[in-house]
């Protein structure tokens, strides 16, 4: 099985709302992964959790806020958002420590911000 | 910062044409690995190279790892329309958790 599942699958949100993405695996891996993606651009790294530590942020505002609540599942919750951060949030996982990171995504969560 | 460039950056095709999509750096990855990317979905892992000079096969793909595990290419046989995507090469240094994603070639292959 080397699926990973993200919910809700689109959401509108204001700008005043909280909301939160999630991303689920069982496929043992320790190491998950939140990304950005623009239309018609690669993804953009945002988070990596590592052994459900927090590992890299890459300078994402704090109105992005991740948590790892065990090594299955990803949240990413979301507040006071600007219309700039409309896109495609991706959520993926890999086995960590190996040099070769094979990283398996979810299908994305389509953020629209009104 | 490690970058990767792909060409062409868009490339539109008809049925039963061939085709290779390139993928180039100045750094040395340890392993680097091509997605396909339909609209709406998430990459989709396609190969994983690892030793420099590597080809593999995946039906009518082939995929090739530079000598010196810097740069790659993809070539595609006989395109069809499911061909069509985003393809990303994407390089791994190390035991780094980052991957470094190329600039992304967008396939359109129309009947």
């Known amino acids: 099985d080397t699926e990973v599942t993200q919910t809700p699958k689109h959401l509108v949100m204001g700008m005043t709302n909280k909301k939160s993405l999630k991303c689920e695996q069982h496929m043992g891996h320790r190491a998950m992964y939140w990304y950005k993606q623009k239309a018609k651009k690669p993804p953009e790294l945002m988070f990596v959790y590592s052994y459900e530590k927090l590992s890299i942020n890459e300078s994402v505002p704090s109105r992005f806020s991740p948590e790892c609540p065990n090594s299955s599942l990803l949240n990413l919750h979301l507040h006071a958002l600007q219309p700039e951060d409309s896109a495609l949030y991706l959520c993926a996982s890999s086995q960590e420590g190996y040099t070769v990171n094979e990283q398996y995504f979810g299908p994305g969560t389509r953020l629209t911000v009104t | 910062t490690q970058l990767l460039e792909q060409s062409p950056q868009f490339l539109s095709i008809q049925e039963g044409e061939n085709l290779t999509v390139y993928c180039n750096s100045s750094s040395v990855f340890s392993s680097l690995q091509w997605y396909r990317q339909e609209p709406g979905e998430g990459p989709v892992l396609l190969v994983t190279v690892v030793t420099g000079g590597e080809v593999k096969k995946l039906k009518r793909l082939t995929f090739q790892f530079g000598d010196?595990?810097?740069?790659?290419s993809l070539h595609i046989?006989?395109?069809?329309?499911g061909d069509t995507g985003l393809?990303?090469?994407?390089?791994a240094s190390g035991t780094a958790s980052k991957?470094?994603?190329?600039t992304g070639t967008r396939l359109q292959v129309t009947l």
Request: net charge positive; proline share 5%; with cysteine.
């Open chain 2, 68 to 72: 010196a595990r810097k740069d790659s």
């Open chain 2, 87 to 91: 393809y990303l090469c994407a390089g």
């Open chain 2, 99 to 102: 991957l470094t994603f190329g």
């Open chain 2, 77 to 81: 046989t006989a395109a069809q329309p």
